[in-house]
Protein backbone atom coordinates (compact mmCIF):
# COMPACT_ATOMS: atom_id res chain seq x y z
CA UNK A 1 0.00 0.00 0.00
CA UNK A 2 1.74 3.15 -1.10
CA UNK A 3 1.92 5.72 1.64
CA UNK A 4 2.83 9.22 1.23
CA UNK A 5 3.55 11.90 4.39
CA UNK A 6 4.29 15.14 3.91
CA UNK A 7 5.71 17.97 6.24
CA UNK A 8 7.71 21.20 6.12
CA UNK A 9 4.53 23.48 5.65
CA UNK A 10 4.16 26.34 7.87
CA UNK A 11 3.36 30.38 7.78
CA UNK A 12 5.83 33.26 6.16
CA UNK A 13 5.74 36.54 5.07
CA UNK A 14 5.52 37.01 1.63
CA UNK A 15 8.99 37.14 -0.09
CA UNK A 16 9.86 33.80 2.01
CA UNK A 17 10.92 30.27 1.28
CA UNK A 18 9.60 27.24 2.02
CA UNK A 19 10.58 23.83 1.67
CA UNK A 20 7.95 20.86 1.73
CA UNK A 21 9.28 17.03 1.80
CA UNK A 22 7.15 14.01 0.92
CA UNK A 23 8.38 11.05 2.16
CA UNK A 24 6.87 7.42 0.80
CA UNK A 25 6.84 4.25 0.86
CA UNK A 26 5.31 0.88 0.24
CA UNK A 27 5.95 0.73 -3.49
CA UNK A 28 9.03 1.43 -5.93
CA UNK A 29 9.18 4.88 -5.65
CA UNK A 30 12.11 5.58 -8.42
CA UNK A 31 9.50 4.01 -11.06
CA UNK A 32 6.97 6.39 -11.04
CA UNK A 33 6.35 10.25 -11.32
CA UNK A 34 5.42 12.39 -8.50
CA UNK A 35 3.00 15.34 -7.99
CA UNK A 36 2.41 17.62 -5.74
CA UNK A 37 -1.01 19.59 -5.61
CA UNK A 38 -2.66 22.23 -3.67
CA UNK A 39 -5.68 22.92 -2.76
CA UNK A 40 -7.15 26.77 -1.57
CA UNK A 41 -10.20 27.43 0.75
CA UNK A 42 -13.14 27.13 -1.65
CA UNK A 43 -10.91 26.47 -4.78
CA UNK A 44 -10.80 23.19 -6.28
CA UNK A 45 -7.21 21.18 -5.85
CA UNK A 46 -4.80 22.20 -9.29
CA UNK A 47 -1.85 20.45 -9.98
CA UNK A 48 1.39 22.82 -8.60
CA UNK A 49 4.26 20.75 -10.13
CA UNK A 50 5.44 17.06 -11.11
CA UNK A 51 8.70 15.21 -11.54
CA UNK A 52 9.01 12.00 -14.06
CA UNK A 53 11.07 9.24 -13.10
CA UNK A 54 13.73 10.85 -15.29
CA UNK A 55 13.73 13.92 -13.54
CA UNK A 56 11.50 16.10 -16.26
CA UNK A 57 9.58 18.66 -14.57
CA UNK A 58 6.28 20.51 -15.35
CA UNK A 59 5.02 23.48 -13.30
CA UNK A 60 1.93 25.37 -13.40
CA UNK A 61 2.29 28.87 -15.24
CA UNK A 62 1.62 30.48 -11.66
CA UNK A 63 4.54 29.16 -9.66
CA UNK A 64 7.06 28.67 -12.70
CA UNK A 65 10.61 30.67 -12.01
CA UNK A 66 9.92 30.41 -8.14
CA UNK A 67 8.88 26.67 -7.37
CA UNK A 68 11.48 23.91 -8.22
CA UNK A 69 10.33 20.16 -7.58
CA UNK A 70 13.25 17.65 -7.30
CA UNK A 71 13.63 13.96 -6.17
CA UNK A 72 15.95 11.87 -4.15
CA UNK A 73 15.30 8.04 -5.08
CA UNK A 74 17.67 7.20 -2.68
CA UNK A 75 15.19 8.69 0.32
CA UNK A 76 12.21 7.90 -1.08
CA UNK A 77 11.24 11.72 -0.92
CA UNK A 78 10.28 14.10 -3.58
CA UNK A 79 10.72 17.96 -2.66
CA UNK A 80 9.21 21.01 -3.54
CA UNK A 81 11.56 24.09 -2.69
CA UNK A 82 9.22 27.13 -2.64
CA UNK A 83 10.60 31.22 -3.17
CA UNK A 84 8.85 34.44 -3.37
CA UNK A 85 6.12 33.39 -1.90
CA UNK A 86 2.59 35.37 -2.44
CA UNK A 87 -0.51 35.75 -0.58
CA UNK A 88 -2.23 33.49 -3.86
CA UNK A 89 0.21 30.59 -2.57
CA UNK A 90 -1.68 30.06 0.54
CA UNK A 91 -3.28 26.45 0.20
CA UNK A 92 -2.60 22.93 1.90
CA UNK A 93 -0.31 21.27 -0.23
CA UNK A 94 -0.46 17.60 -0.92
CA UNK A 95 1.83 15.02 -2.48
CA UNK A 96 0.53 12.27 -4.75
CA UNK A 97 1.44 9.40 -7.30
CA UNK A 98 -0.38 7.62 -9.42
CA UNK A 99 -0.33 4.20 -9.68
CA UNK A 100 -2.13 1.34 -12.05
CA UNK A 101 -5.23 4.07 -12.37
CA UNK A 102 -5.11 5.17 -8.75
CA UNK A 103 -4.26 8.12 -6.94
CA UNK A 104 -2.72 8.37 -3.86
CA UNK A 105 -3.01 11.06 -1.23
CA UNK A 106 -0.88 12.05 1.76
CA UNK A 107 -2.37 13.77 4.58
CA UNK A 108 -1.75 17.40 3.16
CA UNK A 109 0.52 20.02 5.12
CA UNK A 110 -0.61 24.05 5.43
CA UNK A 111 1.23 26.94 4.02
CA UNK A 112 -0.14 30.13 5.06
CA UNK A 113 1.41 33.24 3.01
CA UNK A 114 0.44 36.58 4.90
CA UNK A 115 2.24 40.09 6.68
Known amino acids: QAQLVESGGGSVQPGGSLTLSCAAS????????MNWYRQAPRKERELVATITNGGNTYYTSSVEGRFTISRDNAKNTVYLQMNSLKPEDTAVYYCNVKRFQRDYWGQGTQVSVSS
Open 26 to 33: GFAFNVYA
